[in-house]
């Protein structure tokens, strides 16, 4: 791409997993302007405006990628480019929707100079339709923008996550449209999704359809799967000989509907696991007589996430299909020196998914972003487990009893959001709700919704069980002792300054790791029996020493049932990845210690591996 926007970036379709027929990408060049005294609404600047600057989408304007990498503004902005749509677009029983991958953070939209509506929400998609907007021929699509969050801003209520440099540990921020825009053509009858709920020990799985409907009506679903296993080296999907076909009615209402099929037997079931992830890709279709009003190309994994005490133990461990699992995995913060926020390409995507898999890594901590689909596109196809945290957001404690706390609405919509869009991905086992108490206030009293701040958080679990009760979910990623319960994991950070204080952290927390301990949990709530993991460590030292001895120290604890080593790659200032930021290799110099001379980052890394004390 581009640094002057001249070319279009981003061709591929965004959601592979969700992908209907009838579509056109409007990624590439658009027309656009800051517009920081906000005069463009009063200026009626979705009729006319001559626009003199010229971005290149999706990438946030603070990006080289976009053309206008400007890393200081925050405010207002304006996009604007041309549509042309033939006949069959506007055909009689044709619906269109312009749909957005993600914009950071309030948008309105205007086609053809009227308004067509507003979206708040900075990491989720959201669409319009923009039907009875359109015509054959040419038209005009204008997006306002605005995005003011930052760190610590209560007054501007949004997730930010790690977006600015006043964040802790914060990068460059991300402003604007950041993911895909495209254009989709549907029927007056359409499915909004189709959550695959897998059951293994019945070699099973059962849909549930959430369908708009123009009418009351009986109408048929039909599927089709097969089972396919993802060859790197051809490039194509191998079949894996599992399949499955067949119809189900269902009776719908005008307006919306939530459905559940009937269970469907899966004869030889292939199981998705990172080393063999096998999927059943097919479609479902909506039929009326002989009529089809929809069909979506979609997939999903046969996968179960639990957790077990194993052989005798008073611990859990993390199982995936009835199996215990060691996560060996990396703090993934989703960031590109060319686009911020946006991978400069869905190459870039899989290369950092597959760079980690080759070193032996297995589980990416996906942090404090809600990524583009493509990731879990690809760690879905080559392997990669996901644990997947929730950008925290400002203004989520109350200032007094009973007060405000618009923060929690935004957090929950996004939540609601992310987990309705990624059902599917087997990749993703477990959502982080929060990270070190960022935003988050233990003593928070009671807010207008009723509940303190820990009660919030009690909620959350809940309804992130209730909404995929397919995951596991962790209340925090903690560094200051403070879980609370209920959470399916129990997490600790390590950053400590050299191999002494490295070792005894980790054997204090080994000690003090036990049902009814206190150890790593706020205000009298207790452990019970979750898997102990550490989900941060590493620091800004010689990396290959940092990585090396730190993994060894905490692998000589069977009770550990994983780690997550602070960074697949260089962000910016931070100079502790295993890549550079630009993804090049660094030298670690293993095999120049190791006996036999071969040694390398893929041994620590292995399930069972030899180290030094």
């Known amino acids: ?14 959601r592979p997993d969700w992908k209907r027929d009838k579509w056109m990408n409007l990624n590439g ?8 005294n906000k005069v463009g609404e009063d200026e009626k600047w979705f009729e006319s405006k ?16 976009s053309g206008i990498e ?3 503004y925050l405010g207002t902005a304006w996009y604007q480019r041309n549509l042309n749509l033939d006949d069959s677009w506007v055909a009689d029983g044709e619906q269109v929707f312009l749909k957005f991958g993600a914009v950071d953070w309030f948008c309105s939209l205007y086609v053809n100079g009227q308004k067509v509506g507003d979206h708040e929400g900075g990491y989720t998609p959201f669409e319009f339709n923009i039907t009875d907007y359109v015509q054959a021929g040419d038209n005009k699509i204008t997006l306002m923008v605005n995005d003011e969050a930052s760190y ?4 501007y209520p949004a997730l930010v996550g790690k977006q600015g440099h006043n964040a802790p540990c914060g990068y460059t921020h991300t402003s604007g449209i950041w993911q895909t825009v495209y254009l989709e ?50 490039g194509e999907n191998i079949e894996t000989g599992s399949t499955f076909s067949g119809t189900q009615q269902i009776t719908l209402k005008a307006g919306e509907n939530e459905v559940s099929l009937d269970p469907i037997a899966i004869t030889d079931q292939k199981l998705w696991n990172f080393d063999s992830p096998n999927l059943y890709e097919g479609t479902v279709r909506l039929l009326d007589g002989d009529t089809e009003l929809d069909n979506v190309a979609t997939y999903f994994g046969q996968r179960k996430v639990s957790t077990e005490k194993y052989d005798g133990r008073n611990y859990e461990y993390i199982y995936v299909n009835n199996e215990p699992v060691f996560l060996s995995g990396l703090l993934d913060q989703g960031f590109w020196e060319e686009g911020i926020y946006t991978a400069p390409s869905e190459e870039a995507l899989k290369y950092d998914i597959k760079a980690m898999r080759d070193r032996g890594f297995n589980m990416i901590r996906k942090h404090l972003k809600i990524e583009d689909p493509l990731q879990y596109f690809w760690a879905d196809r080559l392997g990669m487990f996901v644990w997947q945290d929730m950008p925290h957001a400002t203004y989520m404690n109350a200032k007094s009893y009973g007060g405000e706390t618009p923060g929690r609405e935004v957090y929950e919509y996004a939540l609601e959001s992310m987990l309705n869009r990624d059902y599917n991905h087997p990749c993703v086992i477990a959502v982080m709700l929060f990270n070190e108490t960022w935003g988050i206030d233990h003593n928070g009293q009671k807010a207008s919704d009723g509940m303190t701040t820990n009660e919030w958080i009690q909620h959350l679990y809940y309804k992130a069980k209730e909404l995929n ?60 029996s979750e898997p102990w993991l550490n989900s941060e460590y590493g620091g800004d030292y010689d990396v290959s020493w940092c990585f090396k001895y730190q993994t060894d120290i905490q692998r000589q604890y069977e009770k550990l049932n994983g780690f997550v080593y602070t960074e697949p790659y260089d962000i910016e200032y931070e100079r502790n990845g295993v890549l550079t930021y630009d993804r090049r290799d660094k030298i670690f110099g293993y095999e120049d210690v190791a006996y036999g001379g071969d040694m390398t980052i893929l041994d620590l890394n292995q399930p069972n591996y030899v180290g030094v004390d």
Request: net charge negative; aromatic share 12%; charged share 25%.
């Open 1 to 14: 791409t581009s640094s002057s926007g001249s070319e279009v970036a981003r061709s591929e379709h965004p």
């Open 29 to 36: 060049v658009w027309d656009f302007e800051f517009d920081p």
């Open 50 to 65: 001559d626009y003199e600057l010229k971005i290149n989408v999706p990438f946030p304007w603070e990006s080289p990628a």
């Open 70 to 72: 400007d890393g200081s």
């Open 152 to 155: 610590g801003k209560d007054e």
């Open 185 to 234: 053509g549907r029927s007056s009858t359409y499915m909004d999704y189709a959550h695959a709920n897998p059951d293994i020990d019945n070699s099973s799985v059962q849909f549930d359809l959430k369908v708009q409907s123009d009418a009351d009506k009986t109408v048929t679903v039909a599927y089709d799967f097969k089972s396919v296993l993802w060859d790197d080296e051809k």
């Open 469 to 528: 009760p397919h995951l596991l979910v962790e209340d925090m990623s903690a560094c200051n002792n403070d879980h609370i319960q209920p959470t399916d994991l129990n997490t600790f950070h390590m950053y400590p300054k050299g191999y002494q204080s490295s070792k005894d952290t980790v054997a204090d927390r080994e000690r003090n790791t036990y049902p009814g301990s206190t150890n790593n949990f706020w205000g009298g709530f207790q452990q019970e």
